[in-house]
């Protein structure tokens, strides 16, 4: 099976390369992030005549993730157990953004997960991603420990490079998110609760990236983070027969500023 996770940064501006990308890769799942839309938004159709199941939750213009699947879609859950809520606006009661979808795919527990971004340090909006990875934290630790043998998938854009050479310049980013010693710390205790980033020992770094800004030439100076993964659980991980970043969907006109990863499962 060949499982993947892309941030699209908005499926109705990019729809033609992401159907084009699955047929060339053939991939069976493909979790997405950053939709940016709403369900009703979504370009379901396109995907279905290609053969995918499709389960999306997109509130507004912001956030959005989605799960692709030509090897089943069971029991989709919008959302995870403990999942923080959060309010833009003063006065507006919080809730749940549009973060986190999970199904069962081939057998296999796919989470399509955007992190928030934390913006900068001291803003609130890095507390509530601190929390937010706590509350997956736990509770990704309670499917492990109600069976060891799940076959999980913690996959998207986490925004955090949780190791020097997962940045271009430790330097520029010294007093910024992504690679705080919280942030780095939340990412890790993900991983000590049972998970393995499974795609780092088949695209080793550094230089090996799955984010480039779209300002002052970041891509074709090779300027860019390592900020998309795909953590498994035991079971899964012993599955993972190789895996690889497409830096080549970065390039041209109309790409999103992520690479999509993809990782390959034996039997």
Same mark, same amino acid.
């Given at each position: 099976?060949?499982?993947?996770?892309?941030?699209?940064?908005?499926?109705?501006?990019?729809?033609?390369?992401?159907?084009?990308?699955?047929?060339?890769?053939?991939?069976?799942?493909?979790?997405?992030?950053?939709?940016?839309?709403?369900?009703?938004?979504?370009?379901?159709?396109?995907?279905? =005549?290609?053969?995918?199941? #499709?389960?999306?939750?997109? &509130?507004?213009?912001? $956030? @959005?993730?989605? %799960?692709?699947?030509?090897?089943?879609?069971?029991?989709?859950?919008?959302?995870?157990?403990?999942?923080?809520?959060?309010?833009?606006?003063?006065?507006?009661?919080?809730?749940?953004?549009?973060?986190?979808?999970? =199904?069962?795919?081939?057998? #296999?527990?796919?989470?399509? &997960?955007?992190?928030? $971004? @934390?913006?900068? %340090?001291?803003?609130?909006?890095?507390?509530?991603?601190?929390?937010?990875?706590?509350?997956?934290?736990?509770?990704?630790?309670?499917?492990?420990?109600?069976?060891?043998?799940?076959?999980?998938?913690?996959?998207?854009?986490?925004?955090?490079?949780?190791?020097?050479?997962?940045?271009?310049?430790?330097?520029?980013?010294?007093?910024?998110?992504?690679?705080?010693?919280?942030?780095?710390?939340?990412?890790?205790?993900?991983?000590?609760?049972?998970?393995?980033?499974?795609?780092?020992?088949?695209?080793?770094?550094?230089?090996?990236?799955?984010?480039?800004?779209?300002?002052?030439?970041?891509?074709?100076?090779?300027?860019?983070?390592?900020?998309?993964?795909?953590?498994?659980?035991?079971?899964?991980?012993?599955?993972?027969?190789?895996?690889?970043?497409?830096?080549?969907?970065?390039?041209?006109?109309?790409?999103?500023?992520?690479?999509?990863?993809?990782?390959?499962?034996?039997?």
């Amino acid at each position: 099976m060949r499982l993947a996770t892309w941030n699209v940064n908005s499926i109705r501006s990019r729809v033609d390369r992401v159907a084009a990308w699955l047929e060339r890769q053939d991939v069976d799942v493909l979790a997405l992030q950053e939709t940016k839309c709403k369900d009703d938004q979504f370009p379901e159709e396109r995907f279905t =005549a290609l053969g995918y199941q #499709v389960a999306h939750v997109g &509130l507004n213009q912001w $956030n @959005g993730v989605a %799960l692709l699947s030509r090897v089943g879609l069971d029991d989709v859950q919008v959302g995870f157990p403990g999942q923080p809520t959060w309010s833009a606006k003063e006065g507006v009661e919080p809730a749940v953004e549009a973060r986190a979808i999970g =199904a069962t795919c081939g057998g #296999v527990r796919v989470w399509s &997960l955007y992190v928030p $971004n @934390g913006r900068q %340090l001291g803003d609130p909006h890095l507390d509530y991603k601190l929390a937010w990875l706590e509350a997956l934290r736990v509770t990704a630790g309670e499917w492990l420990a109600q069976d060891a043998e799940a076959q999980v998938a913690l996959v998207g854009d986490w925004n955090i490079a949780p190791q020097d050479d997962d940045v271009w310049d430790m330097s520029v980013f010294s007093h910024s998110t992504h690679v705080s010693p919280p942030e780095r710390a939340a990412f890790r205790a993900v991983v000590e609760a049972g998970y393995t980033d499974v795609v780092r020992p088949h695209a080793p770094g550094p230089g090996v990236y799955t984010y480039w800004d779209y300002t002052q030439l970041r891509f074709p100076r090779r300027e860019g983070m390592r900020i998309d993964f795909v953590l498994g659980s035991p079971a899964l991980t012993r599955r993972v027969s190789g895996a690889l970043i497409d830096r080549q969907e970065r390039k041209g006109k109309g790409a999103s500023d992520h690479a999509p990863v993809v990782v390959e499962l034996g039997e």
